[in-house]
Every structure is written in C-alpha cells, then in structure tokens.
C-alpha cells in the first residue's frame, strides 16, 4: 500500500469493520456478499498473486459483483488489508497447555507466527508498526503475553520480551522470502548462484588473504549444502534469544548472584 493511501486512512472505518459494529448491505451486490466473503476472496488473492495485485476491482471480479458493491461493504484497500490480517490472526493455534514452561510457551509460539508468514507471505509487507487493533490481534496479544505471565517480569518487561521474539520470527521469515524471491526474479536457486561464483571465489581464498572467511565459509557451506540455512538460523537465533530471556527471569527469581542459572535452562520461575 502506498503512503498516498496510508494518508487517506479513516481508523474510525477500519476499526467498525474489524470490530463488526455495523454490516451494510447492498441490494445490488445480490445475496450472500458480506465483510467476510470479500475479505477471504482478498486473501486467496494475495496469497497466490502478491499484495501488489490485490486491488477493490481485483476482489469485485473474483467475486463476480461490481467494483460499487464491494465500497459498500469496505471503504477500500487500507481498510481490506486490516481485515485480511486480523482474520489471519484469529486462526492461529492458541494451545491452552504447553508442557516445558515458558520457553516451551515462547517456542511454540514463534513457530506458529513462523507458519503464518510462510502460509501468507504478504502478511510481511502488510503489517506495520501501527498495529490493527482488531479483536483477533488483541486476542493474540493477550494469548502470547500470558506465556511470560507470572514468571517474574513486569508489564513493560513482558511486552519487550514479546516484542524480541516476534521481531527475530519477523527478520527470519524476511529472509527466507527474499531467497525465495530471489530465485524466482533470476531463474536460478540459490546453490546455482554460488556455483556460478564458485571459481571466482576460490580463487580469492586460495590468495590466504581472508583465511577466517574461508575457512567459516566453508564450514557454513558443508553444514547447510548452501552457503545460508534459513530454518538452521531461524532455529539458531530463536533459542539465543530464549537464553538471554532466561538470565533476566534467573535475575528476576533468584537474584543477581544466580543470573547465571537461566544460561544453562529455566530457573525456579518457571513453575508459571
């Protein structure tokens, strides 16, 4: 969406479509049009199209009605795309008993927002900083917090917490796409690339100029078959992040002189 149309936007709108206050109707969209039907004929459309393609005529044409009946219901793309992304969020899994504690709770929960951008990769471009306050994205902002509650934190530590993990699920699920959409632009995957570039680069290594990078490099590469893993560093990062979150609960639960129990696992608080 562009800035011109990001300035345009009414939250007033947005929020009595995604809060359901009110559902126009009209006569000449025909029966069974509704706020619901539009927005997941938006969806089938980003998902295989892209964001780019989703357009108020887009949505009438794959709907079979005019461009007219669908402003009726939605006002137009802004408004859409909260919708399409708070409804995304109301069929995450929200699992009422994780086994393993909070680190336990924080890993399933990342996964599951890792699915959600892998299943809907728009969702990357769609979100922004300010985000939908619509009653699927409370409701998941109130389901992930509680998996940080009552382990010794406080509110503003909880919400940092969650907002560490949820930004590493963001940057991996970032960079796997780019991989993605890089193959599809140059015709060519990722180990064809650095097969392409392979005698270049052998040949600057052999020079001994750069004996850590090569010797990392190579490393690297024999471990994931490529020169990058995105699922290894998805995996990789996601668990320093919950190492550093367990020094601040051992700080919080067992006091400064044991911080050093949460490096190794989780400490007394995580009986919440």
Known sequence: MSKEQRGKFDPARSLAILWRTREPTSRSAGPGLSVDRIVRAAVEIADVEGIDALTMRRVSEALGVGTMSVYTYVPGKAELLDVMVDVL???????????????????QIARENLKLYQAHPWLLRAET????????????YDYELAAVAGIGLDDVEMDSVLTLVLGHVRSAARVALDM?????????????????????????MKSGS???AARVGTAAGE?????????????????????????????????PARADVGRAGEGPADAG
Do not use: C
């Open 89 to 107: 969020y109301g069929g995450m899994a929200r699992p009422a008993e994780i086994p393993g504690g909070w680190r336990a709770r924080l890993e």
């Open 129 to 140: 900083s300010r985000p939908v306050l619509g009653p699927n994205l409370l409701a998941k």
């Open 180 to 204: 993605v959409n890089l193959e599809r632009e140059t015709g060519m995957t990722d180990n064809q690339w650095w097969q392409s570039h392979a005698p270049w680069l052998e040949k600057f």
């Open 210 to 212: 750069y004996p850590t």
């Open 223 to 255: 471990a994931h078959g490529a020169a990058y893993g995105p699922e290894y560093a998805f995996e990789f990062g996601l668990q320093r992040v919950l190492d550093g979150i367990a020094v601040i609960v051992a700080e919080r639960s067992a006091g």
